[in-house]
T-cell receptor, first 113, second 114 residues
Framework: SQTIHQWPATLVQPVGSPLSLECTVE??????LYWYRQAAGRGLQLLFY??????ISSEVPQNLSASRPQDRQFILSSKKLLLSDSGFYLC????????????FGEGSRLTVL | GQQVMQIPQYQHVQEGEDFTTYCNSS?????IQWYKQRPGGHPVFLIQ?????EVKKQKRLTFQFGEAKKNSSLHITATQTTDVGTYFC??????????????FGQGTILTVHP
């Protein structure tokens, strides 16, 4: 099973407020984990990826950060949200031994007002 | 950095018509993947192509990988309303495939009119 849980599914936050999006995976050990953002229902932009606990790589400079406190937990955070942070945030996993395809969670839709 | 361009951005077809989306990379790809995202949903993996000139079929869907491994296409024969969604191609990002990063095209949004 390539189960990925993301929450919350939807949230509306004011500008300047903090953010925490959580992603947990089941049925695998030591997966690669990714945070993607999709703006305006279009392309997927890779934000962060992690190959193990405590190992985070950032793809683009931004107002966000990521952490991986446990093997199957990946968290996306912000101290102060900007309007431009609005979007659809997708957590994805790539399991060891698979040929490279990504399995995505159902996403968290963030609106910053 | 690597860029993956996808055209067209939008495609409206009548049910039963064919549909094709094209993907072009600025660099040679070791492989290319295709995903489908239903409206309001998340991307779902369709297929991966690895070999130069490879052609794979899934029922009404035909996937091709170019000889130079820099372009790919997805063709749907006789579209159905269930084909509605956004189709993405994706290639390995910088840092090698060992990290599993993917660079996605902007996607083609397919609308099928019954």
């Amino acid at each position: 099973s390539q189960t990925i849980h993301q929450w919350p599914a939807t949230l509306v936050q004011p500008v300047g407020s903090p953010l925490s999006l959580e992603c947990t995976v089941e049925g695998t050990s030591n997966p690669n984990l990714y945070w993607y953002r999709q703006a305006a229902g279009r392309g997927l932009q890779l934000l962060f990826y992690s190959v193990g606990i405590g190992q985070i790589s950032s793809e683009v400079p931004q107002n966000l950060s990521a952490s991986r406190p446990q093997d199957r937990q990946f968290i996306l955070s912000s101290k102060k949200l900007l309007l431009s942070d609005s979007g659809f945030y997708l957590c994805a996993r790539r399991d060891r031994g698979y040929t490279g395809e990504l399995f995505f969670g159902e996403g968290s839709r963030l609106t910053v007002l | 950095g690597q860029q993956v361009m996808q055209i067209p951005q939008y495609q409206h077809v009548q049910e039963g018509e064919d549909f094709t989306t094209y993907c072009n990379s600025s660099t040679t790809l070791s492989n290319i993947q295709w995903y489908k995202q239903r409206p309001g949903g998340h991307p779902v993996f369709l297929i991966q192509l690895v070999k130069s000139g490879e052609v794979k079929k899934q029922k009404r869907l035909t996937f091709q990988f170019g000889e130079a491994k820099k372009n790919s296409s997805l063709h749907i024969t006789a579209t159905q309303t269930t084909d509605v969604g956004t189709y993405f191609c994706a290639g390995p990002g910088a840092g090698g495939t060992s990290y599993g990063k993917l660079t996605f095209g902007q996607g083609t949004i397919l609308t099928v009119h019954p």
